[in-house]
């Protein structure tokens, strides 16, 4: 999908992070990536659409998701009182992503593409990364590419933390990993309930979706800025020869 299509590419980054595809009151998972529901959710309310609208046209765009830090799973425990009887509810579980950071390629009609970024630059409501309490910790557009998801994906820098990537400030290129939706003859894939049909809180449905892991590799910006300032060679005994 290159002809007549643009890709826009989203950075999500902040302290908490909660992706889920299957969750009970009792037990609120998070996958270990943003998912395709919750990130087309977020497009959903920036254009500020009802939560019962027609979501074809989101469903229809090609999605991927490249982890760039991958982040810590954390857990938290939460209480609440029914909001009509006043009844204290079970303890939950709730699962998060620490410090994670991904890029977030969506693909699809060009004009569609374009009405999507300029929803993320103004938002109708607030975007959130999985639940209201997550909000971003940067602002999450990075732009609009031509030339296929892809490419998008090889084209955008390294998104890590700088303390993340001075961690592997040796390596020159780094590999990183990529969840992407699969494509028609691109061999078998993992099905996951994550294809969203309907938003409506009161008979929300999600479909099924086949995906793949693969990994593409980007430069390393604090490597090559750690070749150019090393210090310069130097000799102790040079002064002592004649």
Known sequence: MTEHTGVLTLRLAGPLQSW???SRFARRT???APTKSGVLGLLAAAQGRDRGA?????VALTFAVRLDQPGTRVRDYHTAQHGDTGKSMPVSERFYLSDAVFVVAV???EALIDTLYAAVRDPAFLPFLGRRSC???RPIDLGIHRGGLWRALRAEPWQAAAWFQRRRVRERRIELEVIADLVAGDGPGDAIRDQPLSFDPRHRR??????RSSAVTVANPLSASRRTSLPPKHDPMGLLED
Request: charged share 35%.
């Open 54 to 58: 027609d979501l074809s046209d989101l």
């Open 135 to 137: 909000p971003p910790s």
């Open 107 to 109: 693909e699809g009609d």
């Open 20 to 22: 889920g595809a299957s």
């Open 30 to 32: 998070t996958e270990r």
């Open 206 to 211: 999600y479909g099924l979706r086949e995906v």
